[in-house]
């Protein structure tokens, strides 16, 4: 069975770091790319990041770049997400989300994990 | 940037009616559109990918159609686990990543 399972949410001021994990078990995780996708409350979906099985391409979307970084341990099984100079509008829950296909990409998302909710303030 | 709006922003229904959502691409996305189904408190599924293809489990009530920027997600029959918040996701012009709409919500009349 497929499981995505994230950590590292809380609460966290203006301008601080924090770590997110997802621990990925059930399936080849170094076969898939993989994505972070969040939500903010009450609100809508919206990609976040994404990286190459091997770790060899990353992308984000234009408000966290420079702030976020995505990575990846195949050894552990695990994705990441660092999160630097935090500011209110990235309150939301994150999700780790599989890509639908393997080796290849469909940028489709058919595993989720829980989410991990993180709140930015003061 | 592509951009997709969804309507209604709430369709409001009764068990056993046929739901039709649409979502509107800003520039075609050819046929690579996704439909999502959220409940309150739990992640995304993926339904349909790549307009009309249904996701592994899905039931044959929940169809996809539509090509370069109208798309519509037709739940044949209304069951009582069906009322949620659908998104549709495009993935055209990856990478870097794809963009949902802001969501219709189905809910019980």
């Known amino acids: 069975e497929v499981q995505l399972v994230e950590s590292g949410g809380g609460l966290v001021q203006p301008g601080g770091s924090l770590r997110l994990s997802c621990a990925a078990s059930?399936?080849?995780?170094?076969?898939?790319?993989m994505s972070w996708v969040r939500q903010a409350p009450g609100k809508g979906l919206e990609w976040v990041a994404n990286?190459?099985?091997?770790?060899?391409?990353?992308y984000y979307v234009d408000s966290v770049k420079g702030r976020f970084t995505i990575s990846r341990d195949n050894a552990k099984n695990s994705l990441y997400l660092q999160m630097n100079s935090l500011r209110a509008e990235d309150t939301a829950v994150y999700y780790c989300?599989?890509?639908?296909?393997?080796?290849?990409?469909?940028?489709?998302?058919?595993?989720w994990g829980q989410g991990t909710l993180v709140t930015v303030s003061s | 940037e592509i951009v997709l709006t969804q309507s209604p922003a709430t369709l409001s229904l009764s068990p056993g009616e046929r739901a039709t959502l649409s979502c509107r691409a800003s520039?075609?996305?050819?046929?690579?559109l996704a439909w999502y189904q959220q409940k309150p408190g739990q992640a995304p599924r993926l339904l349909i990918y790549d307009a009309s293809n249904r996701a592994t489990g899905i039931p044959a009530r929940f169809s996809g159609s539509g090509s370069g920027t109208d798309f519509t997600l037709t739940i044949s029959s209304l069951e009582p686990e069906d009322f949620a918040v659908y998104y549709c996701q495009q993935r055209s012009n990856w990478p870097p990543g794809g963009t949902f709409g802001q969501g219709t919500k189905v809910e019980i009349k």
């Open positions: 059930g399936f080849t995780f170094s076969s898939y790319w």
């Open positions: 989300a599989r890509d639908q296909e393997a080796i290849a990409v469909a940028a489709y998302f058919d595993y």
């Open positions: 990286i190459k099985q091997d770790g060899s391409e990353k």
């Open positions: 520039q075609s996305v050819s046929s690579y």
